[in-house]
């Protein structure tokens, strides 16, 4: 509704005389891609990760919104999100015909709240730094449920976000050989090219080849529940921890919902992930558990040697919250 009458067009009231400048006074903070992709690093995602995730147990978790622009190729995640202290909401997108014009496809932004009066205080682009954000959650479900000893990895997908999996994964575990599985052979042996450069052990694989090999898999692809499944459950050996990294909207799939019967299921925030997760296409009796009741010792994670563990990611807006606070902080800036 629209304001009429004199009260719309009075002066706004004096602001408090003490807390944070106002935005008219101090500036809208602006912090650049290119700053944050500087300052942010493995270490800083994951301990940003811990936090985050164990801040769900006693905090407000609030779910992801994934809708679409004017083209519905076009899409795009709301991830609003909360602390005693700070609230935020992360704007990622997807825009696949980016690449023709030389920009990547996924971008990330978050809005920081002034909290004193609802205002937008800062503003952060967060394109490189939501890669290492999404992989921090990776790893630290990899180093909460996957056996202590593994050492074979296998990376379903060869996009931009994949080689973050295998760099976070192989913080946390003794990994000494990548398998990278994708649809596109030469993509995958560009993808394995580049992480040998870096001084890992990797090599292209097929799908059973990987899931026989594998102590830990990684999905992070865009398949979609109308595609066939990325590999065949039975393929899975007992003892595999596997992350699912890209089922994030309705109507996304990685994994054979018959694996579903063998696992123990973890996720970020169950209802969420049975709206827009991997979890969304598993059986009604499956119990999910959330990953940050784990990382406090609130419920357990791998039982038996033999578990096959999965962590639905389908991302929440404390992961983002957090990994801007610690950049702020490295840049000495305390909202």
């Not at 799908?207 to 459950?233: G, K, N, Q, Y």
Request: hydrophobic share 45%; proline share 6%.
């Amino acid at each position: 509704m629209t304001d009429t009458g004199p009260a719309a067009h009075s002066a706004p009231a004096s602001p408090p005389s003490s807390g944070p400048l106002l935005d008219a006074e101090r500036g809208l903070l602006f912090v650049a891609e290119e700053q944050t992709a500087v300052l942010v690093d493995e270490e800083l995602a994951l301990e940003a990760a811990r936090t985050a995730f164990a801040a769900t147990v006693e905090g407000v978790v609030f779910p992801s919104l994934a809708v679409h622009g004017s083209d519905p190729r076009n899409q795009f995640t709301l991830k609003p999100s909360a602390s005693a202290t700070h609230a935020g909401v992360k704007i990622g997108t997807y825009w696949p015909d980016n690449l023709k014009c030389g920009l990547p496809r996924h971008h990330s932004t978050l809005l920081l709240f002034d909290q004193r009066i609802g205002r937008i205080a800062a503003v952060l682009e967060l394109g490189a730094a939501n890669a290492y954000r999404t992989a921090a959650a990776d790893a630290l479900a990899v180093d909460l449920l996957a056996p202590t000893d593994a050492a074979a990895l296998a990376i379903f997908g060869t996009g931009h976000q994949a080689a973050y999996e295998a760099r976070a994964v192989a913080r946390v575990r003794p990994i000494g050989e990548i398998l990278v599985v994708g649809r596109d052979k030469g993509r995958a042996a560009l993808m394995a090219a580049a992480l040998t450069a870096e001084g890992r052990t990797a090599r292209v694989a097929g799908a059973e080849e990987a899931c026989a090999s594998a102590d830990v898999i990684v999905t992070a692809t865009t398949t979609r529940a109308e595609d066939p499944p990325l590999f065949e459950a039975d393929w899975v050996r007992p003892g595999t921890h596997l992350s699912c990294m890209g089922a994030d909207a309705p109507g996304k799939r990685e994994l054979p919902p018959a694996l579903f019967a063998r696992a123990r299921v973890f996720c970020d925030l169950p209802e969420q992930a049975r709206r827009m997760g991997e979890s969304q296409h598993a059986p009604e009796d499956t119990v999910l558990i959330p990953l940050g009741e784990v990382l406090t010792q609130r419920a357990k994670g791998r039982t038996d040697d033999r578990d096959i563990t999965v962590f639905d990611s389908s991302g929440i807006g404390l992961q983002d919250l957090y990994l801007a606070l610690a950049l702020l902080k490295k840049m000495d800036i305390f909202l």
